[in-house]
């Protein structure tokens, strides 16, 4: 069984900074990109930043220069460093990832349960 499993949301400050991380786990042969989205109350679900796996990255305008997406292969883990957060950064933020996994077909997609991230101002 694959599953991913976001940690280190919570409540802060506008301003402030907080690292977002996603572990991947199961019978994974192997993982292309790996991604964050958020879906804020009464909004549709978006995406926030995208990494390869050989390190491209992309971020929505929204995050550029606020946000830094990154992972470690050897631990099957992506990172989201997000700072100069905003009340408008409020959002369950998800993670989501291409794996190939034993025992099934070609690539699939596979997404986090969410960790709330709050931004009071």
């Known amino acids: 069984q694959v599953q991913l499993v976001e940690s280190g949301g919570g409540l802060v400050q506008a301003g402030e900074a907080l690292r977002l991380s996603c572990a991947a786990s199961g019978d994974i042969v192997s993982i292309d990109t790996m991604g964050w989205y958020r879906q804020a109350p009464g909004k549709q679900r978006e995406a926030v930043a995208g990494i390869t796996s050989d390190g491209r990255t992309n971020y929505a305008d929204s995050v550029k220069g606020r946000f830094t997406i990154s992972r470690d292969n050897a631990k099957n883990t992506v990172y989201l460093q997000t700072n100069s957060l905003k009340p408008e950064d409020t959002a369950v933020y998800f993670c989501?990832?291409?794996?190939?996994?034993?025992?099934?077909?070609?690539?699939?997609?596979?997404w986090g349960p969410g960790t709330q991230l709050t931004v009071s101002s």
């Open positions: 989501n990832a291409l794996l190939w996994v034993t025992g099934k077909v070609g690539i699939n997609t596979y």
